[in-house]
């Protein structure tokens, strides 16, 4: 019988036993989704490889024969998400357009910024004293404020859409993702319209694009699904890799001792080790075969569902040697096949996250100004006992209560 899909972890940092048990059976297999459907699940890395790079596999889904891996999904505002729902030449246009706000060099000339906001928000947690909600005094105000003032979204209504987002991505069935989405998409609105009235069209890179819509490249429609797609996104899954990798390093005392002794341009390197192991989105990629596709000897009939997880593919033993240990030096996989930044944590493809160098950044600064600063830090409650997110792909915790 096959497997059920999704399954919880039993370890914030390490893929379901029945995901392990899995991927000891080879790279490609069928799981049963909650409305009895199947999909095909990947768990090899150079499988997710070939097929996030196939344009033969759509990431369109709107599609009628898109998969639908939870209820939530069935909502409208899914269908689709903008940049990783859409196809050519309208994924290639917004990405163009969405380039240089989340370049390499945009992003280094806002390192600063948040190197400053972190440690403003370790003075207030050292102020207040223990113990501390680290989700809610550090890892959700980092990349909280710092998409909002990407954006031009005001930080004043963080709690609204940080409600709405956990909201959105935690429902239990479409009628209450859709609630949420659109709650999310009527204030965006607003804050669209206010930007068109503006001369130059405001701050931030809604205020930009709010110039450039001419109902062809870019509609209006396009512009709320590109601010919702980056509003959310932006913000949730950044701030859960933050506490889930803090959740890791304190779990893994030499490592968090290496960490700490590791000079500054070895923090990448360790970073993306984190992001190896943790996956917190779980999942590289949903597409479904356009046509029938043959891979690894089995063939994906048109019309059927995949789905690439990361957690698995980051895990490959043909990549990485000893696949479920955190080490943060490691470089090279079994053979020189891979380094940790190879994982697939941010996809693969034409698809792969737009946001990626952004995060990245927010997390180094993250963890450096944060282990730095309180270096006694410990988890105030046993890991085991974490209120943790359950019944989905996205991973992460409600709380994350710390002492020092």
Known sequence: MALSYPQDRTCPYQPSPGY????????????????????????????????????RFSADRSRDDFPVVLPRFEAPIFKPIAIIGFDPPVHDVHRRLLAPDFGLKHVREMRPGVEELAGRLVDDILRKGPPSDLVEDFALPIPSMVISQLLGVPYEDHA??????????????????????????????????????????????LGRLAGRVDGEDLTREDLLRIALALLIGGHDTTSQMIALGVVTLLEHPDQLAAFRAAPPEAVPAAVDELLRMVSVTDVSGVRVAKEDVEIDGEVIRAGEGVLVSSSMANRDPAVYEDPYAFDIHRSDGRGGAASARQHLTFGFGIHQCLGQNLARMELEVAFTTLFARIPGLRTATPVAELPSRSGGTMQGVHRLPVEW
Not at 26 to 43: A, E, I, K, Q
Not at 163 to 183: M, P, Y
């Open 20 to 55: 392990q048990e899995l991927g000891r059976g080879g790279p490609l297999h069928r799981v049963t989704l909650w409305d009895g459907s199947s999909l095909w699940m990947v768990t090899g890395h150079a499988t997710g490889r070939k097929v996030l790079a196939d344009p």
């Open 160 to 205: 609204f859409f940080e409600e709405k987002t956990v909201g959105l991505l935690q429902a239990k069935d479409a009628e209450g993702a859709e609630a949420a989405g659109r709650a999310l998409w009527d204030y965006l609105d607003e804050l669209v319209t206010a930007k068109e009235r503006t001369p130059g069209g405001g701050d931030g890179v």
